[in-house]
């Protein structure tokens, strides 16, 4: 079945995180640095996905590539989900690592649907409150890391 007309635009590559020095506090710069990283990360996936899905609308790979493909950036996230999971971030800067986890998380999520969606024929719709739901978590990180700065 060929997808016509889904085209999910990530807004990650435009999220500019605060990097750098915050004050003295050195820990919590490297730290936002980390957290940088992995969205940075999460921005490189979010284009290789979005060129997928566009030559799959397009027709120049089949539902299965398109799948695999999927799949195998799914891999890349969870990946990133169990480094940032596995950090430890310095005192006051929790709240920056839950937010990081939970759009991550939607990322996750979102990936799963869309599989779902290309075995089954539903599920798109949860697919997509995924990826809001990414973006409006990614909008409230940005927020606070403002908030540190």
């Not at 493909?69 to 950090?87: P, T, W, Y």
Request: glycine share 6%; aromatic share 6%.
């Amino acid at each position: 079945m060929k997808i016509k007309g889904v085209f999910i635009i990530l807004l990650v590559s435009s999220l500019v995180l605060v990097s750098g020095c915050i004050g003295n506090n050195q820990e919590g710069a490297e730290y936002l640095n980390e957290i940088n990283d992995y969205i940075s990360k999460m921005g490189e996936i979010g284009m290789e996905v979005n060129s997928n899905l566009q030559a799959q609308v397009d027709g120049n790979i089949t539902e299965d590539e398109l799948k695999t493909r999927l799949e195998n950036s799914q891999k890349d996230v969870q990946a990133i989900l169990s480094d940032l999971e596995a950090s430890t971030p310095p005192a006051g800067y929790e709240e920056i690592k839950a937010k990081a986890t939970e759009a991550i998380q939607e990322y996750n999520n979102f990936l799963t649907n869309y599989i779902e969606f290309l075995e089954t024929g539903s599920g798109l719709e949860t697919a997509i409150n995924n990826l809001e739901a990414f973006t409006t978590k990614i909008e409230e990180l940005r927020q606070l890391i403002t908030e540190k700065a």
